[in-house]
T-cell receptor, first 115, second 116 residues
């Protein structure tokens, strides 16, 4: 049961344009969401997060949008730079009184930004 | 460097052999996680420690897998009688636990296992 899904395995955009990466989830108990970036031969690194009580969070060139009714979130990168080329993972966590902090990851989307 | 460190970075072994991976988390973090990542997939949760207590194990963690965190600091993940299907990147992550604003886990660079 894939609780977090990234249906686009890859995305290619031109430098300077907007990159939009999408993520869908099925578990309504998730109450925080994160995006990670991963370069080859490195571990995932945290990019940006959003709580379920918000619908938007912005950090520099990166903005995450959350649509709870659609169980959908997206990451916007504006403007895209060649150094943004990496695999992007969407992840979700469930908060509760026994919160483990465990994250459930999507399959990843490979972003290529062309100069 | 005070990040999460993992050792070895790459292990090649023959089917049936035992392997052990070590993870040193960020020193003040009391939570430690093991994940496995295969080609084309995202990291999959294996197990989680709060200090020295192993509090959750995924059904992915067969009885050939064992993880320990004896003093609540570093952790080891042992795979006995390795199979080719065990070939993957094994990722360790840590977090400070409750009070984290973002829910972020801090990942190491991973230990890649190749079973021949």
């Amino acid at each position: 049961d894939q609780q977090v899904k990234q249906n686009s395995p890859s995305l290619s955009v031109q430098e300077g344009r907007i990159s939009i990466l999408n993520c869908d989830y099925t578990n309504s108990m998730f109450d925080y969401f994160l995006w990670y970036k991963k370069y080859p031969a490195e571990g995932p690194t945290f990019l940006i997060s959003i709580s379920s009580i918000k619908d938007k969070n912005e950090d520099g060139r990166f903005t995450v949008f959350l649509n709870k009714s659609a169980k959908h979130l997206s990451l916007h990168i504006v403007p895209s730079q060649p150094g943004d080329s990496a695999v992007y993972f969407c992840a979700a966590g469930e908060g509760s009184s026994s919160n483990t902090g465990k994250l459930i990851f999507g399959q990843g989307t490979t972003l290529q930004v062309k100069p | 460097d005070t990040g999460v460190s993992q050792d070895p970075r790459h292990k090649i072994t023959k089917r049936g052999q035992n392997v052990t991976f070590r993870c040193d988390p960020i020193s003040e973090h009391n939570r430690l996680y093991w994940y496995r990542q295969t080609l084309g997939q995202g990291p999959e949760f294996l197990t989680y420690f709060q200090n020295e207590a192993q509090l959750e194990k995924s059904r992915l963690l067969s009885d050939r897998f064992s993880a320990e965190r004896p003093k609540g600091s570093f952790s080891t993940l042992e795979i006995q009688r390795t199979e080719q299907g065990d070939s993957a990147m094994y990722l360790c992550a840590s977090s400070p636990g409750s009070g984290t604003n973002t829910g972020e886990l801090f990942f190491g660079e991973g230990s890649r296992l190749t079973v021949l």
